[in-house]
């Protein structure tokens, strides 16, 4: 007697599972610009390396017989692949069937993929489009109801998923309730600019509860989620938000125990940009390309930043530093002279929560003129996150070189230091407890209003100031490593990533605080 009965039963199951929503259901998802869950796995991972779980996980319908009469795919895709030859877990809902909102079989699979990821140490990405959790689940009497009380939470390996592993979510329609909770427990998340809609709640529940009347992309479209921080980047469609998330990972170790990957580097090290010598205006009121000067420091073409049109006065991102990747830190004066928000302060504690996490040398190019001030930042309670940030810092264990660029005042500056930081000065810095403009203005305000000329007066003030706070007397004073030519900055930082190697070596496993969303 063979299995053979039995083995066809399986590979048929196999085949109905891969038939998703059907041939109508696949069409109604091409029809609305998307791809179905198995084409994005497709583009994202190594040709031909995908590894399902779960391949025949179904909600079945049986007769009274035994014999199955219905056979209704798990809406929800989970396994093992690679992106560029390393492991990773691939997860997303299926929209074809239920419109992505879990079935059964569906829901435990999405709360194994995880699991799957921390029990294999393996970066996760998930490809989201789903509405969550629906009333007439819970329409059925009979049978036990919720979860024992001895189940372990279900957002408990969420968290350590996060602290443990790189996690990115790709928005790639509409994504409401549960799915939308899981974009943003992601180190990096991505929407599509045209396809995508992140809610807590739908417009019919909106209108329901407020009475309000409002779209989908009204409610949670790109437009309002690149400014509220819920999602970092925007995507062109989702070939590119997929591109991105291999770019992202391409900076990261697999987990907390590995290292950060290293590279070849065909980027000359002893590259000096003749530009940098005039890339800040001796006019400390007017603005500069920071993003202009990280391009010219870092390897070429090798900055990624995160997040750019949330708390736009702080610059996240990625970047490679003689092939060694680095998280990148800076201020645009082009916002808000480049001051700390309530919004950049979230942004840069979360960012450098996630480079210690996975232990990424941070380089950090400052020009902060202090908190941002006025009613509007005392209502956003800037101050509460701005210490948040500082404390984020002051926490850090990784490597962190500081190139102070140009402005440095304040307590906000302090969130630019961690222990141990290497210090590097260009000679158009300013530092000091307040701004001169403002601080002289604060500090000799009767003097100033004294004068037959207080405008001149003021003027004076401030020029005599401005000459005692050259770097130079800093420099003297051990006060920072290096005085430097902003020409030398990409070879001084290149040596440091070679100094730093063996303290990369033993930076390993879970960190005191790690990143949470």
Known sequence: MSWEQEVKEIERRRYLAQQQGGKEGIAKQHARGRMTIRERIGVLLDKGSFQEHGRATASPVYDDNGELIEYVPANYVVGFGQVDKRRIVAAGEDFTLKGGSPNAAGLRKSVYAEHLAVQYKTPLVRMLEGGGGSVKGGAKKGGTVGEPVFTEPRFKIIADAMGTVPVASAALGAVAGFPAGRLVASHFSVMTEHTAQVLIGGPALVTRALGVKMTKEELGGAAVHLRSGIVDNLAADEHDALAQIRRFLSYLPSNVWQRTPRYPNEDPVQRMEQALLEAVPRDSNSGFDMRAIIHMIVDKESFFEIGEFYGPSQICGFATLAGQPVGILANDCMH????????????YRRFVEMCDTFHLPVVNFVDQPGFMIGPESERAGTIRYGMAAVAAAAQAT?????????????????????PGAYVLAWPSVESGALPIEGGVAVAFHREIGAAADPDAKRAELEDRLREARSPFPRAESFAVHELIDPRETRPVLCDWTEWIQPSLDTL???TQFPIRP
């Not at 808000?336 to 942004?347: C, L």
């Not at 070189?401 to 961690?418: L, P, S």
């Open 508 to 510: 390993t496993g879970p």
């Open 398 to 418: 990784v490597p962190w070189a500081v190139i102070q660029v140009h402005k440095g005042f304040g307590v906000a500056t302090a969130a630019h230091y961690a």
């Open 336 to 347: 808000y002279a480049g001051a700390m928000t309530a919004e950049a302060a979230q942004k």
